[in-house]
């Protein structure tokens, strides 16, 4: 029998997972999030905001 289709479908699977869990460049995985230093000026890269709790800039997926 012909399992190509499964091993295509379980690797999609896996790149699934794996690309999930990464964070853009400049982030940091902090628990559940990604997280990167406020800069000097107190602005938080482009897609993130700062969160108060954390004293941390949290990338918004």
């Given at each position: ?13 896996i790149?699934?997972?794996?690309s ?33 709790n954390?004293?941390?800039?949290v990338?918004?997926?």
């Amino acid at each position: 029998m012909n399992f190509s289709w499964l091993t295509i479908f379980i690797f999609a699977i896996i790149a699934v997972a794996v690309s999930a869990k990464s964070c853009p460049a400049g982030f940091q995985k902090t628990g559940q999030q990604c997280t990167v230093q406020r800069t000097i000026r107190g602005e938080c890269p482009p897609g993130s905001q700062y969160k108060p709790n954390v004293n941390l800039c949290v990338y918004q997926h």
